[in-house]
C-alpha cells in the first residue's frame, strides 16, 4: 500500500517536471523600443504560430501584438508555402507596399493597423493598436519603418 503511494507520487512528480521543463522558452522581441513576450503559440500542419505582446499581457486584453508565423519546416513543400502566404495575406486583408512583394499593411477586419513582412521562413506581423488609422493607405505614411522592423525580427529567427 505504502510502496503504492510512493511509485504513484514519483510518476505525479515525474509528469509534473516533465511539463515544467518540456515548455520552450522564447526570449523577448524589442519592437518600437517596447519589450514584447511569448504568451501563446499553437502549430497546425507544421506551420507555428507565436504571439507576443508589450510586457507579455493576455493577448485577450492587448491592444497590440505581433504575430509571428513560422513555415520554414523541412517537411513543408514551396508549394505549401506558397498557399501559406497567399493565405496571411488574403486572411488579413494584406495589400503589398508599391514595388515591393515581402512588405505588406493593412486594417484588419476594418479597424485593426496590421503590417507585415514576408521572409523565406516566416510571415511576422504587428496588429494594433486599433483606432490610429483612416483608411488602409493612411497606413502607408508610417509603414517604412515599422515593415522594418518586422523584417529585422524575421532574419533573427
Known amino acids: 500500500n505504502k510502496r503504492i503511494i510512493i ?10 517536471g516533465y511539463k515544467l521543463f518540456s ?5 523577448p522581441i524589442i519592437f518600437a ?18 504571439f507576443y505582446t ?12 505581433i504575430q509571428i508565423s513560422k513555415y520554414g519546416h523541412p517537411d513543408l513543400t514551396e508549394n505549401q508555402i506558397d498557399t501559406v502566404q497567399k493565405q496571411v ?12 512583394d515581402d512588405r505588406f499593411y493593412g486594417i484588419f477586419q476594418g479597424a485593426l493597423p496590421v503590417y507585415g513582412y514576408m521572409g523565406p521562413e516566416a510571415f511576422v506581423l504587428h496588429f494594433g ?12 505614411e508610417g509603414a517604412s519603418g515599422i515593415i522594418d522592423e518586422l ?3 524575421a532574419d533573427e529567427i
Open 23 to 27: 515548455k520552450k522558452s522564447y526570449p
Open 129 to 140: 493598436p486599433e483606432g490610429e488609422q483612416g483608411s488602409a493607405d493612411d497606413l502607408l
Open 33 to 50: 523600443d517596447e519589450t514584447y513576450k511569448h504568451v501563446q503559440d499553437t502549430e497546425i500542419n507544421k506551420i507555428e504560430n507565436h
Open 151 to 153: 523584417e529585422f525580427i
Open 89 to 100: 495575406i488574403r486572411s488579413f486583408g494584406l495589400k503589398a507596399v508599391s514595388g515591393h
Open 7 to 16: 511509485v504513484a507520487a514519483v510518476l505525479v512528480a515525474g509528469v509534473i
Open 54 to 65: 508589450p510586457n507579455g499581457v493576455d493577448i485577450e486584453k492587448a491592444d497590440e501584438f
